[in-house]
């Protein structure tokens, strides 16, 4: 079964640059969601999309900005990253909002140097 | 606000016990529990997902329960395998907003000894 699918798996950037990640959510499913886990922590929920438009807001810097896409893929930007940005990015997908199973991917390791 | 709580933060046991893994939350008033696994450095396999209104789920040799009133749920693994050694997560979805946004413990990890 189609799973979710993130690039790039690995990421390194240095201080102030940008970074792009992207997600495709399982086919059919209108819902995705941003995760962030910092090392040893728990995810902590970012920001999330229903149907081509922003759900809910987390934790999210301003510095940090997301959208999905008329296919449903969401990416994340992230802008003037800082060493304490680095972390495993998850992105989940569900069929609908609420109740749903969300089923993350791999995800993304960035490392800001 | 939610919090999400679990205890204990890590558990050794020998192969073939049974064990359970707690998971406690502050606010009763949510939509579902979901209970995920999580290898080092992998991403979160959704193990079960237990519906507000239900009381437990079963998949396989795992069982979680959930009892709202008092803001508690349990996972209970029989007959553990090495293969279970993981870090296993809990994350309470809902309150006021159905939304879908997770809030999720800290984790229980578990190492099962050959």
């Known amino acids: 079964a189609a799973g979710v699918i993130q690039s790039p798996r690995h990421l390194i950037k240095e201080k102030r640059e940008t970074a792009t990640l992207k997600c495709y959510p399982i086919?059919?499913?209108?819902?995705v969601y941003w995760y962030q886990q910092g090392p040893g922590q728990d995810p902590q929920f970012l920001i999330s999309?229903?149907?081509?438009?922003?759900?809910d807001k987390g934790s999210i810097p301003d510095r940090f900005s997301a959208q999905q896409f008329s296919d449903y893929h969401s990416e994340l930007n992230m802008s003037s990253l800082e060493l304490g940005d680095s972390a495993l990015y998850f992105c989940a997908s569900s069929l609908g909002r609420g109740n749903s199973p969300l089923h993350f991917g791999n995800g993304t390791r960035l490392t800001v140097t | 606000k939610q919090e999400v709580t679990q205890i204990p933060a890590a558990l050794s046991v020998p192969e073939g016990e049974n064990l359970v893994l707690n998971c406690s939350f502050t606010?009763?008033?949510?939509?579902?529990l979901q209970w995920f696994r999580q290898d080092p450095g992998k991403g979160l396999t959704s193990l079960l997902l237990?519906?507000?209104?239900?009381r437990e789920q079963t998949s396989g040799r795992l069982n979680a329960s959930l009892d709202k009133s008092s803001g508690r749920s349990t996972l209970y693994i029989a007959a553990s395998q090495p293969g279970d050694s993981a870090t296993y997560l809990c994350a309470a979805e809902g309150g006021s907003s159905n939304t879908g946004k997770l809030i999720f413990g800290q984790g229980t990890t578990l190492q099962v000894k050959p």
């Open positions: 237990i519906q507000s209104s239900q």
């Open positions: 999309f229903y149907e081509k438009m922003q759900s």
């Open positions: 086919p059919r499913h209108d819902t």
């Open positions: 606010d009763s008033a949510i939509y579902n």
